[in-house]
T-cell receptor
Framework: NAGVTQTPKFQVLKTGQSMTLQCAQD?????MYWYRQDPGMGLRLIYY???????DKGEVPNGYNVSRLNKREFSLRLESAAPSQTSVYFC?????????????FGSGTRLTVV | GENVEQHPSTLSVQEGDSAVIKCTYS??????FPWYKQELGKRPQLIID?????GEKKDQRIAVTLNKTAKHFSLHITETQPEDSAVYFC???????????FGRGTSLIVHP
């Protein structure tokens, strides 16, 4: 039982390049999330998917797009990377949205945009 | 929207001491408050949570208290150990999506 798996773990991009961060969960969770973590800023929500077939913007969606490919997979795409997108990205999932349903996080992707 | 303030940003204690991390929230409709622990270089993990109909919850050496009137909630760690060293995040959420708003984190350092 792997939980939440993210790939890649590390990535360096040049400004303007594109890439997709992959996330998959094997816990049959309904809801999935993408966060970014910057020093001193805590965890900020980029996009989420409450259930298969739905996606919604979070606090900091600009410059990103997402795809809920199926119940297991939720990808995050940077179309034209900018240095401001240098961050650690975490994917998370929860059984559903509600009190008592805490998040299970992936191990993170450290992205550097030069 | 919701705003969660967390203090202190850094907390240094000696092994065996108690540690208290405090959070305040702005939206009185928030009713679920999880706490996450993130060890250096690792993923955040849920360690305890509390709902608004409960004033206190304990799990071994950790406890969380909630004061709805003052919109404060706190994490208490007793008999701290070096393995408690980590960044701790509080969060607040409410009905509908229950998307949590996170505090900025507290770096707890436990000195042996």
């Amino acid at each position: 039982n792997a939980g939440v798996t993210q790939t890649p773990k590390f990535q360096v991009l040049k400004t303007g390049q594109s890439m997709t961060l992959q996330c998959a969960q094997d816990m049959n969770h309904n809801s999935m999330y993408w966060y970014r973590q910057d020093p001193g800023m805590g965890l900020r929500l980029i996009y989420y998917s409450a259930s298969e077939g739905t996606t919604d913007k979070g606090e900091v969606p600009n410059g990103y797009n997402v795809s809920r490919l199926n119940k297991r997979e939720f990808s995050l795409r940077l179309e034209s990377a900018a240095p401001s997108q240098t961050s650690v990205y975490f994917c998370a999932s929860s059984q559903r949205q509600g009190p008592g349903y805490g998040y299970t996080f992936g191990s993170g992707t450290r992205l550097t945009v030069v | 929207g919701e705003n969660v303030e967390q203090h202190p940003s850094t907390l240094s204690v000696q092994e065996g001491d108690s540690a208290v991390i405090k959070c305040t929230y702005s939206d009185s409709a928030s009713n679920y408050f999880p706490w996450y622990k993130q060890e250096l270089g690792k993923r955040p993990q849920l360690i305890i949570d509390i709902r608004s109909n409960v004033g206190e919850k304990k799990d071994q050496r950790i406890a969380v208290t909630l004061n709805k009137t003052a919109k404060h909630f706190s994490l208490h760690i007793t008999e701290t150990q070096p393995e408690d060293s980590a960044v701790y995040f509080c969060a607040a959420s409410k009905g509908g999506s229950y998307i949590p708003t996170f505090g900025r984190g507290t770096s707890l350092i436990v000195h042996p």
